[in-house]
């Protein structure tokens, strides 16, 4: 299995909602990643985990929180956001996070609505 | 910090005609290099990377460190070929904290008949 799912597709949330999103690997892969990707831009790096641990958080707002449970699952979740949170969520996994020239598999995306 | 920079928002060429993307970077240090792709209504996924020195689907790409570039080029552009490229930078390996990956704003391709 080489693909990263994520799930839901899609998700519509008022901002007094809790919501997960949820990312989901079989590769193998040690690392995981958060991104976050607005309309016609590139996607920006939120969050990195290395072995089930944070390695890096790009100065993400604590409204959005992650959770690596185990090697294989990445979870987001999501609390008080604001309607500019909406954007395309995409995850993604390497072997290594320690080790730039590793390719990157992502997934789908999860398309969040913030209203 | 690493900052990579394509020029071109939108690149439209015929069918048959060569396409050269470019993608220029700034890093202090021993950079990674990659393009991904993104073809309509599918995720982003790696075309190429430095690294590997391969050619796929027909393209290249040529890490040129005196000019910091890494340009992506194909002889003849394919209707298959239009989509959104990115070239992206990583640093290379680090014992202390993970890498990053950094990615350009992006080129949509466009191959016309």
């Known amino acids: 299995d080489t693909e990263v799912t994520q799930t839901p597709k899609h998700l519509v949330m008022g901002m007094t909602n809790k919501k997960s999103l949820k990312c989901e690997q079989h590769m193998g892969h040690r690392a995981m990643y958060w991104y976050k990707q607005k309309a016609k831009k590139p996607p920006e790096l939120m969050f990195v985990?290395?072995?089930?641990?944070?390695?890096i958080n790009e100065s993400v707002p604590s409204r959005f929180s992650p959770e690596c449970p185990n090697s294989s699952l990445l979870n987001l979740h999501l609390h008080a956001l604001q309607p500019e949170d909406s954007a395309l969520y995409l995850c993604?996994?390497?072997?290594?996070?320690?080790?730039?020239?590793?390719?990157?598999?992502f997934g789908p995306g999860t398309r969040l609505t913030v209203t | 910090a690493q900052r990579v920079t394509q020029p071109e928002k939108l690149l439209s060429v015929f069918k048959g005609a060569p396409v050269e993307l470019k993608c220029n970077y700034s890093y202090s240090g021993s950079p990674e290099l990659f393009w991904y792709v993104q073809y309509s209504r599918q995720r982003l996924q790696l075309l190429l990377r430095?690294?590997s020195r391969e050619s796929i689907k027909g393209f290249t790409a040529d890490l040129n460190k005196g000019e910091t570039s890494f340009h992506l080029k194909k002889p003849f552009a394919q209707e298959e070929d239009s989509a959104m490229y990115y070239c992206a930078l990583s640093d290379g390996l680090n014992t202390g904290t993970a890498s990053k990956l950094t990615f350009g704003t992006g080129t949509r391709l466009q191959v016309t008949l």
């Open positions: 430095h690294i």
């Open positions: 985990y290395s072995y089930e641990k944070l390695s």
């Open positions: 993604a996994s390497s072997q290594d996070a320690h080790r730039g020239a590793y390719e990157q598999y």
